[in-house]
């Protein structure tokens, strides 16, 4: 089969690399000069950033690119508003070291935190390599039927701060475990407690950072996509979908047509239905966006990562979720790798804002003098980083799926539809969907330790 890929992001890489090993003729279409999608890589004045997600988790999802993973510890340092601060490590005992002389008995809060997601995260295995579990469908001839105790595993009954404070009493941890939402750009508050699963992994399987940089990821996937034969063609925009029929036959490009017998898109899934479409767009609540901003910093960082809470939490969430402003007293976050500048990102809504404002604001509260200061706003982003924010008790399982109702051969990947955004997730959902497209099963995802 010919199959078209719209967008070089993480997972429409995997995708083409997945399509591509199966014998399909694949090439993929990247409007910009760089693959990579918001894996990207920012050079100025001697100075670079990786300009995107910043941490890599389950490292075997790409254990046939042949990169060399950096362990980061601690995971992160997180600095609070009374000026406490927790150091949280991935390796167990460490880390429970670490919390028992911050906060006596926060390890043992840490543990049930870590068994409860341990379960879930074992539910949570046919949802993360299979088709979408909405709506729900019979399983395909010799994969095994669902197993009901997984829906209870997931504590549906819960949201991520009903999970928080039935396992820490601290209230400073119960921050540390609520951040959890904004992985899927949510608010704890009306997250669904699955999503503690982004962050435990972390935890369960450590914190990663390729050797020079989170941008060698998508290189690296190009390089095995046109080993396998698979091309990649930059600066090329694609302008539509051309469905014939009911049926995706192709695109047009700013490079001319091309005709294809499927397309898979990894772009935002309203991008999809408004722009190469011409379909209107759903209304759900926005995700969060995010304030990057790329300061030019020589100065040793205190951590790889850093969190800084705000004084108030929940006034945060309601200035973006409810006012759709930007917060007074947002949460900043700070990675700095060595030998990079540092990466900055505010919780933001999709929303025009006083951006100096809040810049000067950002580089007070780090006390830093950058010499060059490079900035990213939401509208720089698309807007909402992850689409819909999965909101609801079951709001992880109503994210997009992977195909458009009434168009046969047009597949969605990529962070704004199933199984959600970040590194592995992404990369996932691609092979996925090129499984389903080739009519192949998902391979074992590891259990926790």
Not at 39 to 50: I, M, N, P, S
Not at 146 to 156: F, G, K, N, Q
Not at 276 to 294: C, E, I, K, V, Y
Not at 433 to 440: E, F, N, T
Request: include cysteine; proline fraction near 9%; glycine fraction near 10%.
């Amino acid at each position: 089969m010919k199959i078209a890929v719209v967008g070089a992001g993480v997972g429409g890489l995997a995708a083409a690399i997945e399509l591509a090993a199966r014998g399909h003729e694949v090439i993929v279409f990247e409007r910009t000069g760089a693959p990579g999608g918001k894996c990207a890589r920012v050079e100025k004045d001697g100075f670079t950033w990786d300009a995107g997600p910043s941490l890599l988790t389950m490292p075997w999802v790409f254990d046939d690119l042949g990169l060399e993973l950096q362990r980061v510890e601690p995971v992160t340092r997180y600095e609070f508003a009374d000026s406490s601060v927790l150091e949280l490590f991935a390796d167990l005992p460490r880390a429970l070291s670490a919390l028992e002389a911050w906060s006596p008995g926060a390890g043992a809060d840490w543990m049930r935190f870590l068994s409860i997601c341990s379960s879930m995260w074992r539910a949570s295995e046919r949802f993360l390599t299979g088709p979408p579990p909405w709506p729900p469908r019979r399983p395909e001839p010799g994969h095994p039927p669902p197993d009901p105790r997984d829906a209870l595993r997931v504590r549906p009954w819960w949201t991520l701060r009903d999970l928080a404070r039935a396992t820490a009493r601290d209230p400073r941890l119960q921050m540390v475990i609520e951040r959890f939402a904004t992985y899927a750009g949510a608010d704890p508050r009306k997250a669904p407690a699955a999503l503690a699963v982004a962050g435990y992994v972390e935890h369960a399987f450590g914190a990663w950072h390729p050797r020079g940089g989170m941008h060698e990821l998508p290189l690296a996937m190009v390089r095995r996509l046109e080993a396998l034969g698979g091309t990649l063609r930059l600066h090329t925009t694609v302008e539509r979908i051309a469905v014939v029929h009911g049926r995706a036959r192709g695109v047009e490009t700013s490079a001319g047509a091309y005709a294809a017998d499927a397309v898979v898109t990894d772009v935002d899934e309203r991008v999809v239905r408004t722009r190469l479409l011409g379909r209107p767009a759903r209304r759900r609540t926005p995700s969060l966006s995010g304030l990057a901003l790329l300061l030019g910093v020589r100065d040793e960082a205190p951590a790889h990562h850093r969190i800084l809470f705000p004084r108030d939490y929940d006034a945060e969430f309601d200035d973006i979720f409810t006012y759709r402003r930007m917060p007074r007293d947002p949460t900043l976050y700070v990675c700095a790798p060595p030998g990079q500048g540092w990466f900055v990102l505010v919780n933001a809504p999709a929303s025009p804002a006083d951006w100096d404002a809040t810049q000067a604001a950002v580089i007070e509260r780090l006390e830093v003098t950058p010499n060059v200061i490079e900035r990213v706003t939401p509208a720089d982003l698309g807007g909402p980083i992850y689409g819909a924010a999965p909101h609801g008790r079951l709001g992880a399982m109503r994210r997009p799926g992977n195909r458009v109702r009434g168009i046969d051969g047009l597949w969605l990947t990529g962070g704004t539809v199933h199984p959600g955004g970040g590194l592995p997730l992404v990369a996932l959902g691609g092979r996925s969907v090129a499984r389903q497209l080739s009519g192949s099963r998902p391979s074992h995802v590891p259990s926790a330790r």
